[in-house]
């Protein structure tokens, strides 16, 4: 079993900076890749960036690519910086993590939330414009 706890969410301005913090406690050894989702009140769950532990490889949704940065600390937390927000990614953050996700699943149906077998409780971002 892996635990997250996610941290970091408030509310902030249109143009400002959030660091999202989710650490992974338990049989950590098992998760070859973490990630972060959002969803937003009446809208999907959406993939928002991953990162494969073991190398550090990331992708990124489209809407945030050049905005947001998944970090790993080398141990055992995973961080999401986020810059230049915008009322758009209001939404409840998940962090999550995943025993075996394949880079080929990956590629070919993006970020899936039933890859991920471990889920954080959610932390809200705000932006007000």
């Known amino acids: 079993q892996v635990q997250l706890v996610e941290s970091g969410g408030g509310s902030v301005q249109a143009g400002g900076s959030l660091r999202l913090a989710c650490q992974a406690s338990g049989n950590i050894d098992s998760v070859n890749a973490m990630g972060w989702f959002r969803q937003a009140p009446g809208l999907e769950r959406e993939g928002v960036a991953v990162?494969?532990?073991?190398?550090?490889?990331t992708s990124y949704a489209d809407s945030v690519k050049g905005r947001f940065t998944i970090a790993h600390d080398g141990k055992n937390t995973v961080y999401l910086h986020m810059r230049s927000l915008n009322a758009e990614d209001t939404a409840m953050y998940y962090c999550?993590?995943?025993?075996?996700?394949?880079?080929?699943?990956?590629?070919?149906?993006?970020?899936?939330?039933?890859?991920?077998?471990?889920w954080g409780q959610g932390t809200q971002v705000t932006v007000s414009s």
């Open positions: 990162m494969f532990i073991g190398d550090g490889a």
């Open positions: 999550a993590a995943a025993e075996g996700l394949s880079r080929w699943s990956l590629l070919e149906r993006g970020m899936v939330g039933s890859d991920f077998g471990y």
